[in-house]
């Protein structure tokens, strides 16, 4: 189901950006699903080698509300491939990559425990091993990290949420 995804182009990366005292990258990818449309995957690069992947139809980049409406395109299990290729991209260039996602939730839905949010962690279970990241999620905010067990950096789970409460005000 989940292995054949779509090519994929990395279009660019911004210079970073900082916010309060951490700092952001985004690196831009591409690519188009089975029906020619256009999906832009944006993999923001934080401190301590943390990735948040997002992803939209290109159409819809610049809506407020791009990562909550559904495309209706029934693309998902190929546009989730590719995703994962990109995220594979990114830690074999960074072998210290630890990755994150926000399960975003429809337009009628609560921010808690989502549906998408239910859907990509119950796949990332299934296609990324224990034993090179450890899995943490958290319903109440329908996040996922896979933090990366080679990363040198001490206490690395209390920095990353320190880092995503300051800059997305969780509490």
């Known amino acids: 189901m989940f292995d054949a995804g779509y090519p994929f182009t990395k279009l660019n990366h911004s210079r970073?950006?900082?916010?309060?005292?951490?700092?952001?990258?985004?690196?831009?990818?591409?690519?188009?699903?089975?029906?020619g449309k256009r999906y832009i995957a944006i993999a923001e690069e934080y401190n301590y080698f943390?990735?948040?992947?997002?992803?939209?139809?290109q159409e819809r980049k610049i809506h407020e509300d791009r990562f909550t409406r559904l495309s209706r395109l029934n693309e998902c299990s190929?546009?989730?491939?590719?995703?994962?290729?990109?995220?594979k991209e990114l830690y074999q260039k960074n072998p210290y990559?630890?990755?994150?996602?926000?399960?975003s939730p429809l337009p009628e839905e609560a921010k808690e425990n989502t549906k998408r949010f239910k859907l990509y962690s119950k796949v990332v279970r299934q296609v990324v091993s224990p034993v090179a990241f450890e899995h943490r999620e958290s319903a109440k905010?329908?996040?996922?990290v896979l933090i990366n067990r080679d990363n040198p950096e001490e206490n690395l789970l209390k920095k990353m949420e320190k880092m995503f409460d300051k800059i997305y005000l969780l509490n």
Do not use: D, M, W
């Open 16 to 35: 970073p950006k900082p916010i309060g005292e951490y700092n952001v990258i985004e690196h831009t990818y591409a690519f188009r699903g089975k029906t």
């Open 78 to 87: 190929r546009v989730l491939t590719t995703i994962g290729q990109i995220i």
């Open 50 to 57: 943390t990735y948040i992947i997002k992803f939209c139809l």
């Open 141 to 144: 905010h329908s996040a996922y």
């Open 97 to 103: 990559a630890s990755f994150g996602f926000i399960g």
